[in-house]
């Protein structure tokens, strides 16, 4: 079983829809979690992180954390083509320098206009 | 601007023979890391750095080689015993105090 579970998709949505897209994970030991977006042959940008469990909010996306569940989610609201890309959930045990990330396989998301 | 150059973007090469990666960063961050993306496989870790002269084995060094000299660059070496080295190779770095990686833009190796 891997660490982290990430659905590839491909997800096709139509414009202005509402997106949630999901992680699970099976170490209780993570502590930080990421949400990268990947454009098309292009490295990953972090889009959003939070620390623990709780939500955080940030214009149209919103990120979700439920350890108890050991499941993280990733809103979009009012979802633009501009958002096609590929999603990379990440999650780490602990911060600073030496800090490894165990990664989702991506999900592969298309907004269609 | 700040960031991580990686270059060149596109790489062909011959089997059997070694090619290196270049990765510069001008962040003045101190880790740096080589990461390998396949598709449906997802990004793994191939070599990291935390400080000049001191690099750490990833998940998936075997065939591949790495120095640190500068804290500005952490070139990749990908040796011809890499037995699939046709691959997209992100380098990427973090700082002290910050979180989160940086990456570049890649580089997309093809092996013929």
């Known amino acids: 079983q891997k660490e982290v579970e990430q659905d590839p998709g491909p997800l096709s949505v139509p414009e202005g829809a509402i997106v949630s897209l999901n992680c699970t994970y099976s170490?209780?030991?993570?502590?930080?979690f990421m949400w990268y977006r990947q454009y098309s042959r292009k490295g990953p940008e972090l889009l959003m992180y939070t620390y623990s469990s709780g939500n955080k909010e940030d214009g149209r996306f919103t990120a979700q954390v439920d350890k108890s569940s050991k499941y993280i989610s990733l809103f979009i609201r009012d979802s633009q083509p501009s958002d096609s890309a590929t999603y990379l959930c990440a999650m780490s045990k602990n911060a600073g320098n030496n800090r490894k990330l165990i990664w989702g396989l991506g999900t592969s998301l298309a907004v269609n206009p | 601007d700040g960031g991580i150059t990686q270059s060149p973007k596109y790489l062909f090469r011959k089997e059997g023979q070694n090619v290196t990666l270049s990765c510069e960063q001008n962040?003045?961050?101190?880790?740096m890391y080589w990461y390998r993306q396949d598709p449906g496989q997802g990004l793994r870790l191939i070599y990291y750095s935390q400080i000049v002269n001191d690099f750490q084995k990833g998940d998936i060094a075997e065939g591949y080689s790495v120095s640190r000299e500068k804290k500005e660059s952490f070139p990749l070496t990908v040796t011809s015993a890499q037995k699939n080295p046709t691959a997209f190779y992100l380098c990427a770095t973090t700082g002290t105090g910050g979180f989160g990686y940086t990456f570049g833009s890649g580089t997309r190796l093809t092996v013929v």
């Open positions: 170490n209780s030991a993570f502590q930080y």
């Open positions: 962040l003045n961050h101190d880790a």
